[in-house]
């Protein structure tokens, strides 16, 4: 349920009246009161009071249902007996998660809607009044109450300005109880947590909703028309492609599975009716003309979700229906509106994460926010899907902590209903996810609180005497991308966010500084955990390289010898994945090819090729490799995948060919060191066979290959390369120099 009410904290007018605080540390004789008919969250809201006031060393107080007199009470939830007290209030017409404060004279009243409102005001409590911090799932920061500690008079009524609050990171979705705490509504499902929002995210739900498996072999039309032809992408069960938003039968399926889904699950309070994660929406001649009437792709997704919606209110008024703005349809319809039961869910995923969103001066963002800004007078539905981890590499240093405030103020200025923070979800571990988490959680709830603030008091408990030098740190990262004048969205190599040598080695000292000054064993493990981004930052070279380190065989060896030191730290802290695709298991099980990296450089190869796309893999059969190119192989440079060359969106076979001197070479070993090819490959050397990478794609597109070639390569004289591509999605190609090394 969604109440309308103004968002934020309200300080409740007792004008006339003179009222007393009331003292934590001279509670002895007080009692926690529930109502017999408590909610499992209203109970444990009252026992989460009672510890923590112990904790805090405090009184610790009986909880009770039938107080015998009528002061010396802490109300939990509503009941009779707060009604009947002086400090007591109703709280009807309270939102899910309101809450009221009272303290005053000798009674404290905590109570708010159903089912979280209350817990959520214990919370809010013990942390405004009790100085409760709560940093991790594993660290609640509880002051001792001291001799006197006067709070109050208050009377506060807060409603959350947010419907949907999701920090998306492993530290939170594993552990409920600490969601609760943060408040976070969208990971708890026990009720005595107060349950989840009945809003989920709104997400990729075309192929869930018309899986090809079921329609596409006998009714190819549901599917996208591309190129002129259908696509309903057998092989992945629709996942590659699109709906045909205007087959009027697509409109009926998908209705009635909506309605179905609703009726099977009445605690929903949104469902998603999106396009899949591609860009192959459907051009056919009625889809067509829909978008280019409305400027944009999200025309012809808007008219299918407004005849949805319309259905669903008649069933479900309550119910909203959402769509991703994302990509292709991140650009809002001219003229269409989607109707009062359409929720929007807007998409960052192209903007800078280094530089606020709001921020006139950047490029990538100013579009975005106009998209925003439109996307909010057309819909009062709006929600937020934001990025803000390095999603190819979890455990660089990404500095855009500076930017979270002023992003999620702004998504609240403009009317959004909830904010998406995606992250690191699926490992612990991640470049400061602690720290992060800390402060987007907190934000989440209050936008008004400072980033800053909650930055510096994070480290100052967390890691306490250690936490000077992990500050310099962060500075300095942030402030050398500010230096730099980076513009960066949330995927990318170390250079791109201005981290490099000289960086990485700056944050190691930092946190070997940060060890020696570490308080006890426990900060000294906090410390260790945060300093696996500095080591990560330093095998950038060999992990990720660039152009210098391909060049360079010793900055290659210099960062090779820090990679036990990050592979024990990693282990010791669970970490799981190095990226959103990629297992640590497998970074250490499939190490890169050390030693051809490590090999002295022979010859790099040209950055300029001969090029041809190979859409029916017929290449290999007509032996391609055998001959040299002809005019219709065309140049491209291999530092840059083909997409961005001219053969956007193009996935499938794709042929690479030079021909180079190659100078006389003595050694054991001879290696085709290939800095990134995305995703798998074929080496033919004049016309033979010569080898080629293989396995899973989502974890070989960005890392460096080799292949020996000792036997295939003819030192000495030009030997002509050949290079089939198989690129299944997004950007393809080799993508970073290739030399030919050599080891003894």
């Not at 408990?461 to 992990?470: G, T």
């Not at 152009?547 to 820090?562: E, F, K, N, T």
């Not at 592979?567 to 802290?573: N, T, W, Y």
Request: glycine fraction near 8%.
């Amino acid at each position: 349920m969604r109440a309308a009410v103004a968002a934020g904290l309200v300080l409740v007018s007792t004008a006339g009246a003179s009222f007393a605080g009331v003292d934590l540390a001279a509670l002895d004789g007080w009692d926690i009161v529930v109502s017999q008919e408590a909610s499992p969250s209203v109970a444990y809201a009252a026992e989460q009071f009672q510890a923590f006031l112990v904790q805090a060393g405090g009184e610790r107080l009986a909880i009770v249902t039938d107080p015998t007199r009528v002061d010396r009470h802490v109300f939990i939830g509503p009941s009779a007996a707060l009604a009947a007290s002086p400090a007591g209030f109703g709280v009807e017409g309270f939102g899910d998660e309101d809450l009221r404060l009272v303290i005053r004279d000798d009674a404290i009243a905590i109570a708010g809607g159903r089912p979280r409102g209350t817990l959520y005001g214990v919370y809010t409590f013990l942390e405004d009044y009790l100085g409760v911090r709560f940093l991790t799932h594993d660290h609640t920061h509880v002051p001792p109450l001291g001799p006197r500690r006067v709070v109050g008079p208050v009377d506060r009524f807060y409603h959350p300005p947010l419907a949907f609050r999701w920090s998306y990171y492993a530290e939170t979705n594993r552990y409920p109880a600490f969601a609760a705490q943060n408040r976070t509504n969208t990971v708890p499902t026990e009720a005595r947590l107060g349950g989840k929002t009945g809003l989920d995210l709104i997400n990729h739900s075309f192929a869930s909703l018309m899986p090809s498996g079921e329609f596409g072999e006998i009714h190819p039309e549901y599917y996208a028309l591309v190129d002129g032809e259908r696509r309903p992408d057998l092989a992945h069960g629709g996942k590659a492609t699109q709906l045909c938003l205007s087959n009027p039968d697509v409109l009926r399926i998908v209705t009635e599975r909506v309605l179905a889904t609703l009726r099977a699950h009445p605690e929903k309070e949104n469902v998603s009716v999106s396009q899949n994660d591609n860009t192959m929406y459907c051009r056919c001649p009625a889809c067509a003309a829909i978008d280019e009437r409305e400027g944009s792709p999200s025309g012809s997704i808007i008219a299918l979700v407004n005849a949805v919606a319309d259905e669903v209110a008649r069933e479900f008024p309550d119910v909203l229906v959402g769509t991703l703005a994302y990509a292709y349809s991140r650009k809002p319809p001219k003229t269409v509106k989607p109707r009062p039961n359409v929720q929007i869910q807007l998409c960052s995923v192209e903007c800078c994460m280094l530089h606020p969103i709001d921020d006139p001066d950047c490029p990538q963002n100013v579009e975005f926010g106009r998209d925003m800004a439109a996307w909010g007078r057309a819909s009062r539905n709006l929600s937020i899907w934001n990025y803000n981890t390095n999603f190819h590499h979890y455990l660089l240093p990404c500095p855009n902590l500076r930017v979270i405030e002023p992003n999620i103020r702004c998504f609240v200025a403009n009317n959004a209903m909830g904010v998406f923070m995606q992250a690191a979800y699926n490992s612990p571990g991640s470049e400061f996810s602690d720290l992060r988490n800390y402060i987007m959680t907190n934000l989440l709830w209050d936008p008004s609180r400072s980033g800053e603030a909650l930055l510096d008091e994070f480290l100052r408990l967390h890691y306490k005497a250690a936490a000077p030098p992990i500050r310099r740190f962060i500075d300095l990262t942030h402030d050398h991308a500010v230096r730099l004048g980076l513009h960066q969205a949330c995927m990318g190599p170390a250079a791109d966010y201005g981290i490099d040598a000289a960086i990485a080695q700056a944050g190691i000292e930092c946190f070997e500084e940060g060890l020696s000054l570490a308080d006890d064993e426990v900060v000294h493990d906090r410390v260790e955990k945060a300093s696996i981004c500095a080591y990560r930052a330093a095998l950038e070279p060999f992990m990720s390289p660039g152009a210098d380190a391909l060049a360079d065989a010793g900055m290659i060896r210099h960062s090779l010898a820090l990679r036990e030191r990050f592979v024990a730290l990693c282990e010791k802290f669970g970490v799981e994945r190095i990226a959103e695709g990629t297992l640590f298991e497998d970074f250490v099980a499939h190490p890169l090819p050390l030693e051809a990296l490590q090999g002295r450089r022979v010859v790099q190869l040209p950055e300029q090729w001969l090029f041809k796309t190979d859409p029916e893999n017929a290449g290999a059969d007509q032996a391609w490799f055998h001959r040299a190119p002809d005019a219709s192989w065309k140049p491209i440079s291999i530092h840059r995948t083909w997409d961005s060359q001219g053969y956007a969106d193009y996935d499938g076979y794709a042929w690479y060919s030079t021909e180079m001197a190659v100078p006389q070479a003595e050694a054991t070993t001879l290696w085709f060191l290939c800095g990134a090819v995305d995703e798998t490959f074929d080496l033919w050397i004049n016309g033979e066979p010569a080898g080629g990478s293989s396995g899973d794609p989502d974890t070989l597109w960005d890392k460096p290959v080799a292949v020996d070639i000792t036997s295939a390569l003819r030192p000495g004289a030009t030997n002509r390369f050949t290079v089939r591509v198989h690129d299944q999605a997004y950007a393809g190609g080799i993508w970073k120099p290739v030399w030919i090394t050599a080891t003894d």
